[in-house]
């Protein structure tokens, strides 16, 4: 079976399965290079069907996340869609039920054409699943949790398909709704419209209202807290969320305004990030007393939030925790093969075979380069640059050498990351026991705002020594934060928050990333630290790397001065008056 699925919003992507196995993803921006791309993903579906070898004609099955999807146009005029109020909300509460039809109709035939137009064959190969089944499929179907026991599944997002929020169980190849939450009770789209009162851009720098969140006076913030459950509360059932007054999420910014004026902008952060982190808790607690189970997976762009993912894992209630890498809605294209995959596997088995799960254990599912491509890449990309570059078969060692000499060295290796984590192989990495790196990382290039702190790859079988984290809840993919020790503040200083000490930790294990595992051993060997700083390799408001010639622009344009691209150690001469 080779299903092919597609996300056509913000953050747009495909996703090829093969026989139950993901065997490529790429989001749309590595390819256009425009950050959260919008849109039909045009040239996603072609890399992945070129890094698998596939043909259009090979395809099965083609599946869109979402059962309606507003229009490119009308999603790029998005920050519009924040400045309404009451009178807003009455108009939209007007509108009749034969107008959404309409529109509903007309964007699905658009979506069909478009598929038609690019891969060909007709419109019976085509399909659609719900935009939070979709959310709670990745969730489920991308965990290490085994079928044989159920699972509880919760996405949370701003709104897909008129719903915010779900709750699932998750039992064999099975998924059973149990409740959801209309979109006028979203949770993320209270966070978004405080993004947007902040200054910052929704849908990309809600991680910031969360990295400034710990400067806030506490019991300022907790005032202001308060503010949103006059929007959003946890329903009676506990399984729903609810507005309690008038006013709907889509529609608060006005009250918003008007409430938060002159309020200090980190207690504003300080304010929705506990109500958010308050709220996820209780919500988390209820079900799982409704249900009795203590094994939970989380999907949708809410539990993006890696401090309010630390929270849940602290709850006496909740026993194993899984976040699905990168849950936003890049994430909805694996929910959709994924849940077409299980249902063709249960209509062949038809209730009398088991079925097998098919464990998610790696998302580098991009682009690789041959040596052949790379020297091409730097053949016509470093003319006149006056750079060095040195063919090391040690290169992992020679990374690790300069980290232990307080070097700065970006590095490009094997199949691209999918989503939004840098996880080693296109990443910028640094000694995190010397907080100047810090600043010479931001001035060289990433010029992140002051209260951002980076993060930490660290040997899985380190981990015990520098996080609190008594229930071994395992992340390899940095979707939560821990709690450090104080041998991680003097080890890992300049890579965890400055404020709360807490750390977004990656788990480097050898059978995942032999490679970086690798050079992360070699800098223990070198410094007795298990742990380097690592943050993406990207322009500031650029995405990530993909390519060589990516990778070698992103340098020339930068202040970097080490750029290990696969097994070449490029290097840029030293300034003039620079020490030999």
Not at 439 to 460: G, Q, T, V, Y
């Amino acid at each position: 079976m080779l299903i092919l699925g597609l996300h056509d919003g913000h953050n747009s992507g495909a996703t090829l399965l093969s026989d139950g196995v993901v065997v490529a993803s790429v989001s749309e921006e590595r390819l256009t290079r425009n950050k959260n791309e919008i849109g039909y993903p045009r040239r996603s579906i072609e890399e992945v069907l070129r890094l698998s070898g596939c043909a259009p004609a090979d395809l099965d099955a083609i599946v869109y996340a979402s059962n309606f999807m507003h229009s490119e146009a009308h999603l790029r005029n998005a920050t519009e869609w924040y400045r309404v109020g009451a009178e807003e909300q009455r108009i939209e509460s007007s509108r009749a039920p034969e107008y959404l039809k309409a529109i509903f109709d007309i964007r699905r035939r658009e979506r069909i054409d478009q598929v038609i137009e690019q891969l060909g064959g007709t419109s019976e190969r085509i399909s659609f699943v719900d935009h939070h089944l979709a959310h709670a499929a990745a969730a489920y179907f991308g965990s290490p949790f085994p079928f044989d026991e159920p699972t509880l599944i919760l996405t949370a997002d701003g709104a897909g398909d008129g719903l915010c929020a779900t709750v699932s169980i998750g039992s064999g190849a099975d998924i059973e709704r149990l409740a959801g939450t209309k979109r006028e009770a979203s949770l993320g789209k209270i966070y978004s419209r405080v993004t947007f009162l902040l200054g910052l851009t929704p849908w990309e720098h809600e991680y910031k209202v969360m990295g400034l969140a710990p400067y806030a006076e506490p019991k300022r913030s907790a005032v202001i807290s308060n503010l949103f459950r006059n929007i959003v509360v946890l329903g009676k059932d506990g399984m729903t969320f609810r507005t309690p007054g008038v006013i709907q999420a889509s529609f608060s910014y006005h009250y918003l305004r008007e409430h938060l004026e002159r309020a200090r902008f980190d207690e504003i952060s300080g304010g929705v990030q506990l109500y958010t982190e308050e709220l996820l808790c209780e919500w988390v607690r209820q079900c799982v007393e409704k249900t009795g189970i203590r094994r939970i997976a989380c999907g949708g762009g809410v539990f993006m939030n890696v401090k309010a993912n630390m929270r849940i894992a602290e709850l006496d209630c909740v026993d194993e925790l899984f976040v699905f890498p990168s849950c936003g809605d890049e994430s909805l294209s694996f929910g959709a093969v994924w849940l077409e995959y299980y249902r063709r596997l249960r209509e062949r088995a038809g209730g009398h075979q088991p079925i097998e799960k098919r464990f998610l254990s790696d998302i580098c599912l991009g682009a690789s380069y041959s040596q052949d491509e790379i020297h091409s890449a730097m053949d016509a990309d470093l003319v006149g640059s006056g750079c060095t570059v040195e063919r090391l078969d040690n290169i992992e060692e020679q990374i690790a050498t300069r980290l232990a000499d307080n070097r700065v060295v970006a590095r490009f290796a094997g199949r691209m990351e999918w989503g939004a984590r840098a996880l080693g192989n296109r990443s910028i990495l640094a000694n995190p026991r010397e907080w100047r790196n810090v600043e010479k990382i931001n001035a060289m290039i990433k010029m992140r705002d002051f209260w951002m702190p980076f993060a930490p790859s660290m040997l899985a079988d380190a981990q015990g020594r520098y996080l609190r984290n008594p229930k071994n809840i395992s992340s390899p993919f940095m979707m939560l934060a821990y709690g450090t020790t104080r041998l991680a503040e003097a080890d890992l200083g300049a890579a965890i928050h400055p404020r709360d000490k807490t750390a977004r930790a990656q788990f480097v294990e050898k059978g995942r990333s032999p490679e970086y595992w690798s050079m992360l051993k070699s800098f223990e060997g070198k410094t007795g630290q298990s742990a380097v700083l690592n943050t993406s390799f990207n322009l500031h408001g650029y995405p990530l790397v993909n390519t060589p010639s990516d990778a070698i622009d992103v340098f020339l344009r930068s202040g970097l001065d080490c750029l290990a691209l696969e097994n070449n150690l490029i290097t840029k001469p030293a300034p003039a008056g620079a020490d030999a």
